[in-house]
Every structure is written in structure tokens, then in C-alpha cells.
């Protein structure tokens, strides 16, 4: 949790119970944003797009100046929910509209929750109907606990940068603690940031954070229907940005570090973690390779047991890069855990200790390096450990 929390000016943040999947408990948020508002949003990979993901883009694609709102809500997808899903996320969004008087494309939604179930619309519309009551600039906690699932606590990151006279504030916050996988996650993300900023330069920044963040964690390798990721810059026209400018690269690298923290705070609060894994490829011949061997090793089920069990079982993490499609040989690999060699060459490294790698596994952070040895590009991913609490959590979602 952020320290200090800097507000946004302009950003207003309303929450509300639908008194649906999770009893009393605000799952309902309603975030309005100045006209000058500039939206970047990032969308699933996923082949399923959720209704509100593809009333998002719709809406995205076409909106114009004026007033903006998000709506999310959590504990229903409505993903595979067919042209009655549509209809209910259109619904709401229209009656909010109207009750906001804005344009019906400068409403975008997001969802979180269980799959392929009806959406109890009219419960969330009057959760909506209520967080507009309560729209305030300063309840950033509140909205980042509104938009949780399994979730344990919120994530919020809120930093201040000064450049020159100017003093810029940025505010973040994200869910998601399972369904982890680029692109991205079953991930919500919000960021904003207080400054004018044109659309073209705030996409750029938008693609470049979630690069080194939120595409490259993993829990289980799976994506979401709905993974949604927004950037969002007030257009406080007293703090400019100029394209290119080194203003523009110092909140660029500001937004990075705030993606990359949310990130991490994500994978901190995995289902059933125990374990922070971060696994470093170096020496590949290209990024594909360097993403492909640490994805494949970040998502083996046998490594992520291992890691929970603290066994120092090398061989998992050895036959998982061998079976990455990318690599040809495995003659010059050399793998170490928190810097203990286990293997060289593709083998057992003279130098292993059982005891020393055996400590190193009972580490609550643990870095796993993959040196391939046949180029210059490395590549890094973070992960989580697999275990019991991971499967009961997802045996029993929907109960």
C-alpha cells in the first residue's frame, strides 16, 4: 500500500455494493475523468473478450472530448455470456450516461469475477447509480478494494515526480492474483497521471510499462477473458508535456517503475504463494528465445512445486529448458539459483552443494538464472510458487 496517496486532479472515484456474489461488499466502481482526460487502454490477448472488453474498445475507438467514466465491476465476467451479455453491459452504460449527461462512447466498462454467468444488471446498476453519490477525489483505498476477487488486500502505488518547476503526481492501482499470463493476467489496472499529455505519446508509454510489467509476470499461464490495463492522463493543462521532451522520458520512466511495482505486488499476493520467483534468461540469440525458455521454466507446474517444496531439484528447471521449442542444444547451458551453481554445460556444475542449493530454495525470494550462451539478449520474468492453497482456491471459485 502507498505511503502517501497523491490525488488526481480532476479524477473522481465513487464505490458501491451490488449485493450480489459478495454480500455487503463494495464491488462497484465508478471513476469520472475531466473532458481534457487523454485514455490509453490495453486489452486481453485472449481469443474470448469479455462484453464489456468489446464495448471498451468499441467505445474507445470512437470516443470524443467531454466528461469520460470507467464502471467496474467484480465477482461477474460476463464473459461467454452471448448477446444477452452485451445487452447488459450496453444497459448500464447507457443509463449512466444519462444519469452523468455524457456521451455513450465516453463510458467504458470493465468486469472481473466467474465466467459464463448472467450479469445481475440491475443489481450493479444501482451499485453504479449509488458510487455517484459518493464520487470523491480521495478514495483511491476504497476503489482499489471495490475491484478485488481473490485477492487478499489492495495493490495502490502513488509517486511524485518534480522536473524542473513542475511537480507531476501519479496514482496507480491493480488486481489480480491468479490467471496470470500475458497478455496480461486476470488483471484490472488503472494508472493516472496528472499532467497534459497527446494520446500518441501516452499509448507509447502505455505499451513500453507494460513490456517490462504486467507482460512479464506469470502465475499459472493462463489469460483471462477480461485482462483490461488503462493509462490515463488528466490534461491539466498547467503541466504540459511536450512530445519527446525530457519531461515526457522522466515520467515515462516514472509510469515504468509504478507498472513494475504493481506488478510485483501482484505476484507477492499470488493464490496460494508462497514464493516470489524471478526468472533471469541471459545470453539468448534474440528476445523471442530469452521470453520463451523464461516463460517456459516460470510456468512448469513441476518447477513451481519444487519452488514451494524448497527442493533443490535442478533437473526440472534443466528438462523445462530443454523442451522449449527454441532451443536446439543444451551443451552450453548453465543454470544457477540466488547465484549457487547447479548446472554447467548442461550438466551437474562441478562446483554444486546440495546444502548450499538446498539453503538458497528455502529463500522466500528466489532468482533463477538460465545463461544459454548463444547471444547477447536476457529477458526476465516473475513468478510464484505452486501450492496447496493454489488448487483449492481454484477448485472450488465458484461455490
Same mark, same amino acid.
Not at 488526481?8 to 481534457?36: C, F, M, N, W
Not at 496514482?171 to 497478455?183: H, L, N
Not at 562441478?350 to 538446498?358: D, G, I, L, R, T
Not at 544459454?372 to 472450488?396: A, C, Q, R
Given at each position: 500500500?502507498?505511503?502517501?496517496?497523491?490525488?488526481?486532479?480532476?479524477?473522481? /472515484?465513487?464505490?458501491?455494493?451490488?449485493?450480489?456474489?459478495?454480500?455487503?461488499?463494495?464491488?462497484?466502481? /465508478?471513476?469520472?475523468?475531466?473532458?481534457?482526460?487523454?485514455?490509453?487502454?490495453?486489452?486481453?490477448?485472449?481469443?474470448?473478450?469479455?462484453?464489456? @472488453?468489446?464495448?471498451?474498445?468499441? !467505445?474507445?475507438?470512437?470516443?470524443? &472530448?467531454?466528461?469520460?467514466? $470507467?464502471?467496474?465491476?467484480?465477482?461477474?465476467?460476463?464473459?461467454?455470456?452471448?448477446?444477452?451479455?452485451? =445487452?447488459?453491459?450496453?444497459?448500464?452504460?447507457?443509463?449512466?450516461?444519462?444519469?452523468?449527461?455524457?456521451?455513450?462512447?465516453?463510458?467504458?466498462?470493465?468486469?472481473?469475477?466467474?465466467?459464463?454467468?448472467?450479469?445481475?444488471?440491475?443489481?450493479?446498476?444501482?451499485?453504479? /447509480?449509488?458510487?455517484?453519490?459518493?464520487?470523491? *477525489?480521495?478514495?483511491? @483505498?476504497?476503489?482499489?478494494?471495490?475491484?478485488?476477487?481473490?485477492?487478499?488486500? *489492495?495493490?495502490?502505488?502513488?509517486?511524485?515526480?518534480?522536473?524542473?518547476?513542475?511537480? $507531476?503526481?501519479?496514482?496507480?492501482?491493480?488486481?489480480?492474483?491468479?490467471?496470470? #499470463?500475458?497478455?496480461?493476467?486476470?488483471?484490472? &489496472?488503472?494508472?493516472?497521471?496528472?499532467?497534459?499529455?497527446?494520446? #500518441?505519446?501516452?499509448?507509447?508509454?502505455?505499451?513500453?510499462?507494460?513490456?517490462?510489467?504486467?507482460?512479464?509476470?506469470? @502465475?499459472?499461464?493462463?489469460?483471462?477473458?477480461?485482462? &483490461? &490495463?488503462?493509462?490515463?492522463?488528466?490534461?491539466?493543462?498547467?503541466?504540459?508535456?511536450?512530445?519527446?521532451?525530457?519531461?515526457? =522520458?522522466?515520467?515515462?520512466?516514472?509510469? =515504468?517503475?509504478?507498472?513494475?511495482?504493481?506488478?510485483?505486488?501482484?505476484?507477492?499476493?499470488?493464490?496460494?504463494?508462497?514464493?516470489?520467483?524471478?526468472?533471469?534468461?541471459?545470453?539468448?540469440?534474440?528476445?523471442?528465445?530469452?521470453?520463451?525458455?523464461?516463460?517456459?521454466?516460470?510456468?512448469?507446474?513441476?518447477?513451481?512445486?519444487?519452488?514451494?517444496?524448497?527442493?533443490?531439484?535442478?533437473?526440472?528447471?534443466?528438462?523445462?529448458?530443454? #523442451?522449449?521449442?527454441?532451443?536446439?542444444?543444451?551443451?552450453?547451458?548453465?543454470?544457477? @539459483?540466488?547465484?549457487?551453481?547447479?548446472?554447467? =554445460?548442461? !550438466?551437474?556444475?562441478?562446483?554444486?552443494?546440495?546444502?548450499?542449493?538446498? #539453503?538458497?530454495?528455502?529463500?522466500?525470494?528466489?532468482?533463477?538464472?538460465?545463461?544459454?550462451?548463444?547471444?547477447?539478449?536476457?529477458?526476465?520474468?516473475?513468478?510464484?510458487?505452486?501450492?496447496?492453497?493454489?488448487?483449492?482456491?481454484?477448485?472450488?471459485?465458484?461455490?
Amino acid at each position: 500500500m502507498a505511503k502517501k496517496i497523491h490525488n488526481i486532479e480532476g479524477v473522481q /472515484l465513487g464505490t458501491a455494493s451490488s449485493h450480489t456474489r459478495y454480500g455487503d461488499k463494495e464491488d462497484s466502481l /465508478l471513476i469520472t475523468l475531466p473532458k481534457t482526460a487523454q485514455v490509453s487502454c490495453k486489452f486481453t490477448g485472449n481469443k474470448l473478450k469479455a462484453a464489456p @472488453v468489446q464495448l471498451a474498445i468499441n !467505445n474507445l475507438s470512437s470516443y470524443s &472530448s467531454g466528461v469520460k467514466a $470507467f464502471l467496474i465491476n467484480a465477482g461477474n465476467a460476463n464473459a461467454a455470456t452471448g448477446q444477452q451479455g452485451m =445487452k447488459n453491459v450496453k444497459s448500464y452504460c447507457k443509463a449512466i450516461a444519462s444519469e452523468l449527461n455524457l456521451k455513450e462512447e465516453n463510458v467504458i466498462p470493465f468486469s472481473t469475477g466467474v465466467i459464463g454467468e448472467a450479469l445481475p444488471v440491475n443489481n450493479y446498476l444501482s451499485a453504479f /447509480l449509488e458510487a455517484n453519490t459518493k464520487l470523491s *477525489p480521495k478514495n483511491w @483505498v476504497k476503489a482499489a478494494n471495490a475491484i478485488l476477487t481473490t485477492d487478499t488486500r *489492495p495493490k495502490i502505488i502513488s509517486k511524485q515526480i518534480t522536473i524542473g518547476k513542475q511537480t $507531476f503526481s501519479i496514482t496507480g492501482f491493480a488486481k489480480g492474483s491468479g490467471m496470470i #499470463r500475458p497478455d496480461f493476467a486476470t488483471l484490472l &489496472s488503472f494508472v493516472f497521471i496528472d499532467a497534459k499529455i497527446n494520446r #500518441r505519446s501516452l499509448n507509447k508509454m502505455h505499451a513500453e510499462a507494460l513490456d517490462c510489467s504486467f507482460n512479464a509476470i506469470t @502465475v499459472d499461464g493462463d489469460t483471462s477473458p477480461n485482462d &483490461s &490495463s488503462a493509462l490515463v492522463a488528466n490534461g491539466n493543462e498547467a503541466k504540459l508535456v511536450e512530445t519527446n521532451s525530457k519531461a515526457e =522520458k522522466k515520467i515515462a520512466q516514472c509510469v =515504468k517503475g509504478i507498472f513494475k511495482e504493481l506488478a510485483e505486488l501482484l505476484i507477492e499476493d499470488a493464490e496460494g504463494a508462497t514464493k516470489k520467483i524471478k526468472i533471469s534468461v541471459s545470453k539468448a540469440n534474440n528476445l523471442q528465445q530469452a521470453k520463451s525458455v523464461a516463460f517456459t521454466v516460470a510456468e512448469s507446474p513441476l518447477v513451481k512445486t519444487a519452488m514451494f517444496g524448497s527442493d533443490a531439484n535442478w533437473g526440472r528447471i534443466l528438462s523445462a529448458v530443454g #523442451r522449449d521449442r527454441t532451443i536446439k542444444t543444451i551443451e552450453n547451458v548453465q543454470i544457477k @539459483v540466488n547465484d549457487v551453481p547447479l548446472v554447467k =554445460k548442461g !550438466n551437474i556444475d562441478p562446483k554444486y552443494s546440495e546444502a548450499k542449493a538446498s #539453503r538458497a530454495m528455502k529463500k522466500k525470494e528466489i532468482l533463477i538464472q538460465i545463461i544459454l550462451n548463444t547471444g547477447k539478449t536476457e529477458f526476465e520474468v516473475l513468478t510464484s510458487d505452486l501450492s496447496e492453497d493454489y488448487v483449492l482456491i481454484n477448485s472450488d471459485y465458484r461455490s
